[in-house]
T-cell receptor, first 113, second 111 residues
């Protein structure tokens, strides 16, 4: 299995809702990432998990809460989001090692009303 | 903040022509990578060039790296309509377990 899967593909939520994005990979990769991408912009790194521990948090607001239950799964819990948080949320994974070639999932298109 | 800058921001060429995109960066790197993204989808890794390499080929792709100028170029030869996508360079800064993406080039191949 050489792919990263993300669910759901699309999500519409209100500002008072709580929802979660899910990401899964079965390539044995030990690093996993969350990115946020606005239209016509590059992906912006949000979080990095290495060996199931949070290693990088790029000053992301606390309304975004990551979780890595095991080496194959990565969640992003969403609460009290703002309309400006509407974006494509991408998950990626990479093998350990210095090259850091990343494998991306198809993304979740999030709309906050 | 993003350290990579790409030019051009947009490029439109005829099928069969070659497409060249450039990327500049600011800090020391372990490697530089190029990714492709079709509209609204995930990114696909194309090619990686390490800091001690100057040129690399993969099929119709040719990447160069000039660490003295902190720049890279991606050449796609004999372009096809299916090459229409956004292309991003991404640098792996030395000592950091992350990628920093450039602003991207939107490539359109006209049939």
């Amino acid at each position: 299995d050489t792919e990263v899967t993300q669910t759901p593909k699309h999500l519409v939520m209100g500002m008072t809702n709580k929802k979660s994005l899910k990401c899964e990979q079965h390539m044995g990769h030990r690093a996993m990432y969350w990115y946020k991408q606005k239209a016509k912009k590059p992906p912006e790194l949000m979080f990095v998990y290495s060996y199931e521990k949070l290693s990088i948090n790029e000053s992301v607001p606390s309304r975004f809460s990551p979780e890595c239950p095991n080496s194959s799964l990565l969640n992003l819990h969403l609460h009290a989001l703002q309309p400006e948080d509407s974006a494509l949320y991408l998950c990626a994974s990479s093998p350990s090692g210095r090259d850091n070639e990343q494998f991306f999932g198809p993304g979740t298109r999030l709309t906050v009303l | 903040s993003q350290q990579g800058e790409e030019d051009p921001q947009a490029l439109s060429i005829q099928e069969g022509e070659n497409a060249t995109m450039n990327c500049s960066y600011k800090t020391s790197i372990n490697n530089l990578q190029w990714y492709r993204q079709n509209s609204g989808r995930g990114l696909v890794h194309l090619i990686l060039i390490r800091s001690n390499e100057r040129e690399k080929h993969s099929g119709r792709l040719r990447v160069t790296l000039d660490t003295s100028k902190k720049s890279s170029s991606l050449l796609i030869t004999a372009s096809r309509a299916a090459d229409t996508a956004s292309y991003f360079c991404a640098t792996a800064p030395a000592g950091a377990q992350k990628l920093v993406f450039g602003q991207g080039t939107r490539l359109t191949i006209n049939p």
